[in-house]
């Protein structure tokens, strides 16, 4: 088993599940994306101006990408919607993983008892899963975990290499302090001695 896995082609099923899942948090994200354009036409002053007012610049992230991010929005498999800004203010990780992704599905059990182990000091973990709804949901109903997933489908691929991820490998996961600051980027599986060198409480 590789540590890591790289997407096949969806199929038309999968395209047209995922997409319609998708379609109520696409006005979120391309509003992010036109926010970043229009900071971009407006210099360095306007982008700065937005992340003094609340959308701070992970180190190592760009602009446009820590806008993406901030800016989503994802459905849950219980129907819920996550918007990525109440996320803000405690450290994150940020894991992207598939229902087919061997690699991911053997670390899973790892970030689930890192996220127990700190949820109460403030530590947060969000899966955005890269996969039609339908299969995440099965497979969270063998497999659940303790920490938020987010159904991130067909805009998962894109909003993963913005953060860094330029072989659309997976599993793909970003550590972030409280200060919205870029601690840890890693792609393949986790293991114990990379979540330990994690220094977020």
């Known amino acids: 088993m590789t540590d890591q896995a790289t997407p096949s ?9 995922a997409a319609a899942s998708a379609w109520s948090r696409r006005t979120t ?3 992010g994306l036109g926010v970043a354009a229009a900071a971009g036409l407006l210099g360095w002053g306007a982008r700065a101006w937005l992340q003094r007012g609340g959308w701070w610049g992970a180190a190592g992230l760009s602009d446009e990408a820590n806008l993406a991010l901030w800016s989503a929005s994802f459905e849950q498999p219980d129907g819920q919607t996550l918007a990525m800004s109440s ?8 894991n992207f993983w ?11 059990p790892l970030l689930d008892a890192y996220f127990k182990q700190n949820a109460a000091k403030g530590v947060q973990v969000l899966g955005l899963a890269i ?8 497979f969270l109903t063998l ?17 993963s290499k913005d953060l860094g991820d330029e072989q659309g490998g997976l599993p793909f996961t970003l ?26 409480t």
């Open 143 to 159: 497999r659940p975990v303790s920490y938020p997933i987010g159904l991130a489908g067909l805009l998962g691929p894109q909003l």
């Open 175 to 200: 550590v972030l302090g409280a200060n919205g600051g870029l601690l840890h980027r890693h792609l393949g599986r986790l293991h114990e001695a990379d979540v330990a060198a994690w220094q977020l």
């Open 29 to 31: 994200l391309v509003a």
């Open 9 to 17: 082609s969806p199929t038309p099923e999968d395209q047209t599940e």
């Open 87 to 94: 996320l803000k203010g405690r450290p994150l990780v940020l």
């Open 131 to 138: 996969d039609q709804p339908s299969a995440v949901r099965h």
């Open 98 to 108: 598939a229902t087919w992704c061997q690699p991911c599905i053997a670390e899973m």
